[in-house]
């Protein structure tokens, strides 16, 4: 991230340094936290000290440009680059999800969106996008990476007209290897973005037919008799081996759980035969899922919690409700395996899922602040 700036850096020896310095500072340990604003998240308490980068969560696009999602939407833009003041390395993003079909349509419609967009981007101090289109079909898939590299030379363009740094380009990509091995071209996601996030997680959830027995959200290993490509690190390699650059590379970390009701209350293990998703959880009332608030109300309303040594991640039963969830330990152990790869990281979804009520031990935000400290330790990025 960042590296670019090396390679205009017309001396051999400034290139050089600049890649030394580029690389201490931005190899590998980058935390990029997703946020949405919700009723009980505002963007004030959004962590701007445990996070390298902030991925504002979701800007639409319209009529060839991006237009805020809300008329609100401005006044939480102005929080989160706000920041910025009190972390001057902070990098905000706005992320972009629907709407790319009009925009990937011809050149000519590419470079005005592209002209439009980084003049919004620039007017409201976003230092970059992210692209978080779900998904593009295989008709499509040229004109998209055609697209990435034409809002990223008009960006370089621009960078060099204001003198300013260059507009990040983040992505979002898809959780399994058909996606992987389809949708992206990685010589040219390697040359025109800075990383990607691999949403390594809605592995398992209940789906009536199909997904009908509990499996976890988010396993850093496959558990046993399962496919290695539904956990992280089996999606992660797949992405590497197919070209995904390693320093730019991060590992998708959910806050987030999956809830089922059991067949029977009987059968709590791993596996067991489901017959829902589970009911509201007792805090946020989702159906189905679990934010880290949840898990913890739950667990002190007497749910157990069963730690799968295998997988690396927890999951927690209290009658017929049945959880695959993230804590402390879970997000950790993929925090020092995405280091030990040497990978540029972890992207979290998302800030608002982890518990800023106080309703889980230890400090607010237990779930970033466990990422934030298993990467100061295992990485020699600062932070
Ligand atoms: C955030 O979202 C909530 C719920 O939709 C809304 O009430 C609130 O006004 C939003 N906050 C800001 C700063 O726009
Ligand atoms: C789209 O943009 C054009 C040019 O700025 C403007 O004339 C037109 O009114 C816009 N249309 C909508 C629907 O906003
Ligand atoms: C799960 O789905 C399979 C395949 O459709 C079906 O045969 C089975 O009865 C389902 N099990 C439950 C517990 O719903």
Known sequence: MGTFKCFVGALI????????STSIENGGGNIVCYYHNTSYFPPSEVPYRLCTHVIYAFGS????????????DLAIYDVLVGFKKWNPKLKVLLSLQHGFPSVVTDTDTMK????????????????????????????????????????????SRDAKLRSADLLLISMALG?????????????????????AT???????MYIPNVDNITGYNSALVAPKGESPYYSTSGLVKVY??????????????????????????????????????GDPGPVRRLRGVYTYT??????????????DSTSGVPYLYKGKT??????????????????????????????????????????????????????????????
């Open 13 to 20: 020896f400034t290139c050089l340094v600049t890649i030394c």
């Open 322 to 383: 049945w959880v695959s969830y993230a804590n402390e330990k879970s997000v950790a152990e993929k925090v020092r395996w995405a280091v030990s790869k040497g990978l540029g990281g972890v992207g979290v979804w998302a800030t608002h899922l982890d518990d800023l009520t106080g309703e889980c031990p230890g400090p607010k935000l237990p779930l970033i602040n466990a990422i934030h400290s298993a990467m100061k330790s295992t990485s020699n990025h600062e932070l």
């Open 61 to 72: 696009i319209s009529n060839d440009t991006i237009v805020p999602e809300k008329p609100g």
């Open 294 to 307: 949840d898990s913890c109300a739950a667990l002190k309303l007497g749910a157990v919690s069963v730690w």
């Open 112 to 155: 005005r969106f592209a002209t439009n967009a980084i003049g919004f981007l620039r007017h409201y101090h976003f230092d970059g996008v992210d692209f978080d289109w779900e998904f593009p079909k295989l008709s499509q898939k040229s004109k998209f990476m055609q697209f990435i590299q034409i809002f990223r030379d008009m960006s």
């Open 240 to 277: 590497l081996a197919l070209g995904l650059a390693p320093e730019k590379t991060l590992v998708g970390i959910p806050t987030y759980g999956r809830s089922y009701t059991l067949a029977n209350a009987k059968q709590h293990g791993l596996h067991a035969p489901a017959v829902a998703k």
């Open 175 to 195: 959780n399994n290897k058909y996606q992987a091995s389809t949708l992206y071209d990685y010589t040219i996601l390697n040359k025109n973005i800075d990383f």
């Open 198 to 204: 691999i949403m390594a997680y809605d592995f398992h």
